[in-house]
Structures are given as structure tokens and as C-alpha cells.
């Protein structure tokens, strides 16, 4: 009697991986929100930590992920990809996460992939509650949220952002954003908006940890989205914090120059 064939891996063989590793060996880290998420990826073994990031990631990351990678067995060198969260976020978390990313990426000549953390976001969503239709949400602060929209039941693993339903990323107040039927919310928004979103819509909190990144990887893999390391951008979405760096300045040159009104008591 013949063998019955072997089940399809769950991961699609990608070119310029390495064709004995059933999985590709990926690095993955986070540090867009106020968690700090990393994992490792070594055949069918995944390691991962979540903890405080905020002003901490920038002097815990580096550590953290070279324990991960020396408990998984691996070294920098045999990654297949780095992948990390390009935003949007927290702008000091992208940038940390940007120049670790290419720094690793530089030092072992390792390829890069960007993740959008609002992808992260509704992949975490689809893996831990089943959800197929995602609007990802996450505070922006300033009153606003960072919000995409993706079908996983119509555009496949990666739930390309849906043309129907605004796209994405956006950038803007909770009570403009718009949730049809059928779909779901999931982010980190509901406890500074959760009276100013959608009322009908399930909610699910979720972050864009590096578990998702990782479940993400192969696909966009596939789809040809590494990036060299002089490529590891973050995206910011909103530039009002450089703006109010330029307004700042300009109030100071102003005030210097004796040019500022006189306030009335």
C-alpha cells in the first residue's frame, strides 16, 4: 500500500532561503507601542519575549534579542531576515527599532523586512480571535489613531489594506473612522477612545507583537518585500512633532529677536 503523501508545510519555500530549513530563521522585534515584543524563529521553535518598552526599548533590545538568538541556537550571520516594525507608533520606538535593525543587518549581511505594525496588529487579531475583516487601530495620541483596514478572507496572509474600506495607514480622529458592518476593531485604542469608536463593531485588544511578525514573515518573503539595511525606514505617517520642532524654534528665534506680542493680564 502506497505512503500516504506528507502534508503541505505551512510555510511556502521562498527563494534565497535556505532549501534544508523547513522554516526560515527570523529575527523579529517591536518597539512601535509601549510593549517591547521580540522572537526568534529556528526551524519549528519559536521564542519570544514581551515586556516594558517606552523609553527602555533603546537599552533592553539589543540584549534581549542576543539572548533569544543564543537560546534558539543561532548567531546573526544564519538569520534569513530581520524583521521589524517600521511603524506607525511611538516616533523614539521606530526610530530605535530602525537603527537596531540596521545595524544588525549591517554588521551580519542580512537582509531586512519591514513590517507595518497595523498589519502586526490585525494578524494578531485574525491568529487570537479568528477575526477574517480587521481595522487595526492604534493611538496616535493628540486625540488621534493610526487605523488600516484588512480582509484576510479576500486578500489571502496578508489582508492586503481593502479598497473599500479607506485603506491605509490613516491617520485620524476616532469619531471620523468608519467600520462597515461584519468587521472588527482590534489595537491598543479602546481605553483613551473606546467612547469616541464605532459602538457596533467587536472589539479586540492586540498589539504588533513579533509572534505576528514572524507568521507574517513567509508571505512577505514571498512577495519579494526585503529591503537592504541603507533601507530601513520607519513610517511615521504623522510629521507633527517635526513641525512643532520647526514652530518651537521659530518662536525662539522670534522671542530673541524681540519680536513676540505682549500678553494682557
Known amino acids: 500500500m502506497p505512503a500516504a503523501p506528507a502534508p503541505p508545510h505551512p510555510f511556502p519555500r521562498v527563494p534565497g532561503i535556505d532549501a534544508q530549513a523547513a522554516v526560515p530563521r527570523l529575527l523579529a522585534f517591536d518597539t512601535s507601542t509601549e510593549q517591547l515584543s521580540v522572537a526568534v524563529r529556528h526551524g519549528d521553535r519559536v521564542l519570544a519575549h514581551g515586556g516594558a518598552g517606552g523609553a527602555q526599548s533603546s537599552s533592553t533590545l539589543i540584549p534581549l534579542i542576543l539572548e533569544l538568538l543564543a537560546d534558539a541556537g543561532l548567531a546573526l550571520a544564519q538569520l534569513d531576515a530581520i524583521a521589524f516594525g517600521r511603524g506607525p507608533g ?10 537596531v535593525a540596521q545595524g544588525l543587518a549591517l554588521g551580519a549581511g542580512v537582509p531586512l523586512l519591514p513590517v507595518d505594525t497595523l498589519l502586526a496588529v490585525a494578524e494578531e487579531a485574525r491568529h487570537a480571535f479568528g477575526v477574517r475583516r480587521v481595522v487595526a487601530v492604534l493611538d496616535a495620541r ?21 479598497a473599500g474600506g479607506g485603506g491605509g495607514p490613516l491617520l485620524l480622529s476616532p469619531e471620523a473612522l468608519q467600520v462597515a458592518p461584519g468587521w472588527a476593531l482590534a489595537g491598543n ?34 512577495a519579494g518585500r526585503t529591503v537592504p539595511a541603507a533601507q530601513a525606514w520607519p513610517l511615521y505617517v504623522r510629521d507633527k512633532v517635526a513641525q512643532t520642532t520647526e514652530e518651537r524654534a521659530a518662536v525662539k528665534a522670534a522671542a530673541a529677536a524681540g519680536n513676540l506680542p505682549s500678553v494682557q493680564a
Open 90 to 99: 511611538s516616533f523614539t520606538g521606530l526610530r530605535t527599532a530602525c537603527a
Open 142 to 162: 493628540m486625540e488621534e489613531i493610526y487605523a488600516a483596514h484588512y480582509d484576510f478572507g479576500a486578500h489571502g496572509p496578508l489582508g492586503e489594506p481593502a
Open 189 to 222: 485604542a479602546f481605553a483613551a477612545y473606546g467612547l469616541r469608536l464605532p459602538a457596533a463593531a467587536a472589539r479586540h485588544e492586540a498589539l504588533p507583537t513579533a509572534a505576528a511578525m514572524l507568521r507574517l514573515a513567509p508571505a512577505l518573503l514571498a
